[in-house]
């Protein structure tokens, strides 16, 4: 299995090679091999020696083809890439985007103070189109791709969440 | 006039708040915490003596909630209230109201908040005290006639500032006389349009500059004394992210010079208790004074650190009434602390504020280091308030012991569950410019640090990457006989296994 790790240009290939004695596995990780030992696992965490470091990993989330950690208290997002995914990210392009595509969302929570566009009107990539307000800061919400403007979802005064649509621009 | 104080409601949240009862505790003084709906399980209510509830999360109808609060003070019993930094610190018609419910403000009177909070007022006070002002106009504007004569005097580059609209709006910069001309004509219909008045002002544009503020306590019997100042430089959008004490381009003689003129600018306000001078430094070494803020910052620890005072217990003890017992030359700056402002947005994202449950945080220890904090496993982080999480603090001999001991701090401080600004400060405390301790107020653009952060990322990410790739493995249970080692590692203890 090859895996994208962050915004590293290089895959790296991980597998498990085989079982040793003492709940240690041996694994080949990016053309080596190492020591991969076990030694506290809970509920989407690990603590694990890898050779001899210690190492801490929280799974944060766990999606189709990639995963979300903390690991070493370090954010990070590991993407599984298998023939298959490579396959279904070919077909996505060719066939134009897909309905997920249209939808403005919110990165973050927060209240919407201010709507800045106009449904029905052409929108270019950066436009912004609502002002939300979180922590006492205004944060734009800018259009994610040129279109028209078909449908603003929310109003002034309205509380969202993240990944809330905001907005329909096709 | 002297009044002993007993109990004290803290008119604040977060971070502060707990300073301030930490403080109370040290004393013997009875603590009382106030929250709003959002901060039922906050730290502060968590550690007062007493918690009164004060309304619903939005700060207007709780934290800014002046009848309330007083109203509360009242039935608590409370002899003192101190109000912390933002909020109503430096609210003039709060601290009268304090003053007629026979409640002592911890603070400046009323009457030293309405002069240093009015820009222009204070600016004609500190002339005629001969403290150093940024050159340009005195007052408004009244044509382009007297902008051109007042620029001409200061010197261009200037700004031509609207009186009304603050917040960096209607700042317009002239690079000479013609482009000045152009800009008063729009800047005054603009005015117009938006106020009904053109109230411009004229002022000197200082490039390159260095925030350096000193630190300042008067009593009630008139002793004012400097202690020391504070390099506050580095700045996004006029916020303060990392504070330090010395400055590096302050010497001893500099130190006098300034805290001096700092101390004028005090008497000459009439003020009281706890303050702040701020001056702007040009790149030739003038200094000029922009305000005072009458209010204990958020980065009071810096001096603390450097000085081994408890600036809150000396502002109780001057509301008290007590004369500050050390003389100027008594005090000493012993060795160099640094603070990093650790706030809920990620820097990778346009500082996007990040809101939310921090279901677990590890906070820095070890020599030196000091957290102020709100932060503890399970707390949250609200949407309704400042971003400010955690103030990181490190002490050291020198300089280089104190970037050294925060860059080591920020590398064990971890925060789960949102976003943080910890990866902007690691780059910072490697960035030769500031170990060069080339600040301005422009750093961050000057040195492209954002940049600089994301190469960082990039390489803190290629070291964690086996790691990940072995989580990976982990989880997804390619790893044959996971059942076997989680049964095996949670059933037996080591001693089995060895004897084993």
């Keep these: 299995m090859q895996f994208k790790v962050g915004d590293l240009a290089e895959m790296l290939e991980g597998e498990v090679l085989r079982t040793t004695d003492n709940n240690s596995v041996v694994v080949k990780i990016g053309g080596k091999q190492h020591t991969l030992q076990l030694l506290k696992s809970g509920t989407d965490e690990f603590e694990f020696l890898l050779d001899n470091s210690f190492h801490h990993a929280k799974i944060l989330q766990v999606g189709t083809a990639e995963v979300k950690m903390m690991i070493d208290g370090q954010p990070l997002v590991v993407k599984k890439h298998s023939k298959l995914t490579e396959v279904l990210e070919k077909a996505s392009a060719i066939g134009g985007v897909g309905g997920g595509d249209r939808n403005l969302t919110s990165q973050i929570p927060g209240r919407v103070v201010n709507i800045a566009a106009k449904p029905g009107t052409e929108v270019k990539k950066g436009d912004v189109i609502v002002v939300l307000e979180s922590m006492k800061m205004q944060v734009a919400v800018k259009a994610h791709k040129d279109g028209n403007l078909k449908e603003i979802k929310v109003k002034q005064g309205t509380s969202v969440a993240r990944n809330d649509v905001l907005a329909v621009i096709e | 006039m002297s009044k002993k104080i007993t109990s004290i409601l803290i008119a604040n949240r977060g971070e502060i708040a707990l300073r301030v009862i930490r403080a109370c505790r040290d004393l013997g003084i009875k603590s009382i915490a106030i929250y709003s709906d959002e901060d039922i399980r906050a730290v502060h209510v968590k550690r007062a003596d007493e918690a009164y509830h004060i309304g619903p999360a939005a700060p207007a109808q709780s934290y800014l909630n002046m009848t309330k609060i007083v109203e509360t003070a009242k039935t608590a019993g409370a002899d003192a209230i101190h109000p912390g930094y933002g909020f109503l610190s430096e609210n003039e018609n709060f601290s009268e109201m304090c003053d007629k419910n026979g409640i002592i403000f911890i603070g400046p009177t009323s009457k030293a908040m309405e002069l240093t909070g009015d820009k222009m007022k204070c600016k004609a006070v500190m002339k005629k005290a001969k403290v150093p002002t940024v050159p340009g106009s005195d007052g408004i504007v009244e044509d382009m006639q007297e902008a051109a004569d007042i620029a001409d005097e200061a010197g261009y580059p200037v700004l031509l500032k609207s009186a009304f609209g603050g917040g960096g709006r209607g700042i317009r910069l002239a690079n000479d006389e013609k482009q000045l001309r152009q800009e008063f004509e729009m800047a005054s219909a603009e005015s117009r349009a938006a106020f009904g008045k053109a109230a411009l002002f004229v002022e000197k544009y200082l490039e390159r500059i260095r925030h350096i503020e000193f630190q300042l306590i008067r009593d009630s019997h008139g002793n004012s004394r400097h202690l020391f100042e504070r390099e506050c430089s580095i700045q996004r959008r006029h916020q303060k992210l990392i504070e330090m004490s010395p400055s590096p381009v302050v010497d001893q003689k500099t130190r006098e010079r300034i805290g001096e003129i700092a101390v004028r600018a005090v008497d000459a306000v009439d003020y009281l208790n706890?303050?702040?001078?701020?001056?702007?430094?040009?790149?030739?070494?003038?200094?000029?004074?922009?305000?005072?803020?009458?209010?204990?910052?958020?980065?009071?620890?810096?001096?603390?650190?450097?000085?081994?005072?408890?600036?809150?217990?000396?502002?109780?003890?001057?509301?008290?009434?007590?004369?500050?017992?050390?003389?100027?030359?008594?005090?000493?700056?012993?060795?160099?602390?640094?603070?990093?402002?650790?706030?809920?947005?990620?820097?990778?994202?346009?500082?996007?504020?990040?809101?939310?449950?921090?279901?677990?945080?590890?906070?820095?220890?070890?020599?030196?280091?000091?957290?102020?904090?709100?932060?503890?496993?399970?707390?949250?982080?609200?949407?309704?308030?400042?971003?400010?999480?955690?103030?990181?603090?490190?002490?050291?001999?020198?300089?280089?012991?104190?970037?050294?001991?925060?860059?080591?701090?920020?590398?064990?401080?971890?925060?789960?569950?949102?976003?943080?600004?910890?990866?902007?400060?690691?780059?910072?405390?490697?960035?030769?410019?500031?170990?060069?301790?080339?600040?301005?107020?422009?750093?961050?653009?000057?040195?492209?640090?954002?940049?600089?952060?994301?190469?960082?990322?990039?390489?803190?990410?290629?070291?964690?990457?086996?790691?990940?790739?072995?989580?990976?493995?982990?989880?997804?249970?390619?790893?044959?006989?996971?059942?076997?080692?989680?049964?095996?590692?949670?059933?037996?203890?080591?001693?089995?296994m060895m004897r084993g």
């Design chain 2, 274 to 496: 706890a303050g702040t001078a701020e001056f702007l430094r040009d790149p030739q070494g003038n200094f000029y004074f922009i305000e005072i803020n009458s209010r204990l910052q958020v980065e009071h620890p810096v001096t603390e650190l450097v000085t081994g005072l408890d600036l809150v217990k000396l502002q109780i003890g001057v509301a008290q009434g007590e004369e500050l017992t050390f003389k100027q030359q008594d005090l000493k700056m012993n060795g160099c602390a640094i603070e990093c402002r650790i706030n809920a947005e990620d820097p990778f994202y346009e500082f996007a504020p990040s809101t939310g449950i921090v279901p677990n945080c590890n906070l820095p220890y070890g020599p030196g280091i000091r957290v102020d904090t709100y932060l503890y496993p399970g707390c949250n982080v609200s949407g309704y308030y400042d971003s400010l999480v955690a103030k990181l603090l490190a002490w050291g001999r020198n300089f280089d012991e104190s970037r050294i001991r925060m860059k080591n701090a920020l590398d064990e401080f971890m925060i789960e569950g949102i976003n943080t600004t910890i990866p902007l400060y690691k780059t910072i405390m490697d960035d030769p410019n500031f170990i060069k301790g080339e600040l301005s107020t422009d750093y961050l653009e000057r040195f492209k640090i954002l940049n600089k952060m994301r190469e960082d990322a990039k390489e803190a990410a290629k070291k964690s990457a086996k790691a990940a790739v072995a989580a990976v493995l982990l989880q997804s249970g390619f790893v044959r006989k996971t059942e076997a080692i989680h049964q095996s590692s949670m059933t037996k203890s080591n001693w089995k």
